[in-house]
Structures are given as C-alpha cells and as structure tokens.
C-alpha cells in the first residue's frame, strides 16, 4: 500500500474504532448499572417478601389465665365419714358449698326435732347449700330404715373416729343433736349443741357464705 492510501485508511479508520470504544464503553456501564439495580432489587434470604415469622408461643402465654390455682380446703373439707353403703365420703366433695351438718341418731328425740325444724325451712334456704347428716348409730341400716318413713336430708352419712374426735376438739360434751354450720371454704362459723330454733336456722342459712 502507497502511503498516500495508508494515509487515507486511517484516517477513515479512526472514526470507527472510536465509535466500537464509545459502544463498548456505554455497554460496559449498562451492564454495570445492571448489575447495581440487580444488588438493590434482588430478595435476600429471609426478604420483605415473605411475612416475618413470629416466635412460638409458650404454652404458658398460650394459656394465659386458663388455668386456675386449687382452692387450699379447709378443715372440714379435710375430714373423711362413710356413706350408707360403707364407702369413704370425703366431705372435700361439698367444697364450694356451705354446709349444715346435724350430728344425730336414730334413737334420739331432739335429733328428730331438729330435723324437723330444717326440712320445714328446705323451701327458704339458698340452694347452694348442703344439708347433711351425719349419724352415730352403731349402724347404716337404723338410718336406712329411719329414712323408709322420715324425710331425707340431700346427704345422709355415718361419722367416723375421725369425724367425732374434730367434733370433740370444738365441743367436748357427748351430748347429742349437734349442728355445725360450715362456710364454703370448709371452715367451722358455729358448734352448736341441743335443737335450733327456725329463727336461727334460717338466719344461719342466709348468712353462710
């Protein structure tokens, strides 16, 4: 090649290479500049796409409140006596109730009044509370065959050493009809000994909490 023709190859050349340079160049900052947006909008392990996982609850926040503590029973609630057929009666089965506990026998007449006196009152009294007696016959089927012709109370026991040994902390005398009135935490409110009267059965009814 003449160098007059050299001349004019690269001088027509020239343009060219410098417009490639410039598209390579504006190739090479697309690809840059994409690169960046694909490092800012790409997800990340764990992204704002998914809702965050909220830590397991424990089962006592699950259970908030759900749960209730026992209630401590009270002496009376403690206390175990027979029912007719022989099996144990833990008088922890009335807790929650408050209690009229005559301590009777068939054999004796004040006992007999004094249930009169209470079943007189049934209609007037809270239902929530239990009228219990307890006996102290040498044996159930006295009371079995009392109640054939005499009226019910809704719990018909027999006492045992247990029973009557707290009885006789409280009130020493062997002397029978006995009602203990009992609140609904199974504590003693009164002992009293010998029949009751309406007036202070009823109130005692009324009053038991």
């Known amino acids: 090649m003449s160098p007059s023709r050299a001349a004019i190859f690269f001088a027509a050349a020239?343009?060219?290479l410098s417009a490639c340079a410039d598209g390579n160049d504006a190739n090479q900052r697309s690809s840059d500049d994409s690169e960046r947006r694909s490092a800012v909008t790409a997800p990340t392990s764990g992204s704002a796409e998914r809702p965050a996982e909220r830590p397991a609850e424990r089962p006592s926040e699950a259970?908030?409140?759900?749960?209730?503590?026992?209630a401590v029973l009270g002496p009376v609630h403690?206390?175990?006596?027979?029912?007719?057929?022989?099996?144990?009666?833990?008088?922890?089965?009335?807790?929650?109730?408050?209690m009229i506990i005559e301590i009777w026998a068939?054999?004796?007449?004040?006992?007999?009044?004094?249930?009169?006196?209470?079943?007189?009152?049934?209609?007037?009294?809270?239902?929530r509370l239990a009228i219990v007696g307890i006996s102290?016959?040498?044996?159930?089927?006295?009371?079995?065959n009392f109640l054939k012709s005499n009226?019910?109370?809704?719990?018909?026991?027999?006492?045992?050493?247990?029973?009557?040994?707290?009885?006789?902390?409280?009130?020493?005398?062997?002397?029978?009809?006995?009602?203990?009135?009992?609140?609904?935490?199974?504590?003693?409110?009164?002992l009293a000994e010998g029949t009751q009267s309406a007036k202070w059965l009823a109130a005692m009814a009324k009053n038991l909490r």
């Not at 259970?63 to 026992?70: D, H, I, N, Q, R």
């Not at 102290?136 to 079995?144: F, I, P, R």
């Not at 247990?162 to 009809?177: A, Q």
């Open 106 to 127: 068939t054999w004796c007449g004040p006992c007999r009044k004094n249930r009169a006196t209470v079943h007189e009152l049934l209609p007037t009294m809270p239902k």
């Open 136 to 144: 102290v016959d040498t044996g159930s089927n006295l009371v079995k």
């Open 63 to 70: 259970v908030s409140g759900a749960v209730e503590t026992p």
């Open 78 to 98: 403690q206390l175990v006596v027979r029912d007719l057929d022989g099996n144990p009666f833990p008088l922890s089965k009335l807790a929650g109730r408050p």
């Open 151 to 190: 009226p019910a109370n809704e719990f018909e026991l027999m006492a045992t050493p247990e029973f009557m040994e707290f009885v006789s902390l409280r009130n020493p005398s062997p002397s029978i009809p006995k009602t203990m009135y009992v609140d609904s935490k199974g504590r003693v409110a009164d």
């Open 14 to 16: 020239i343009p060219l």
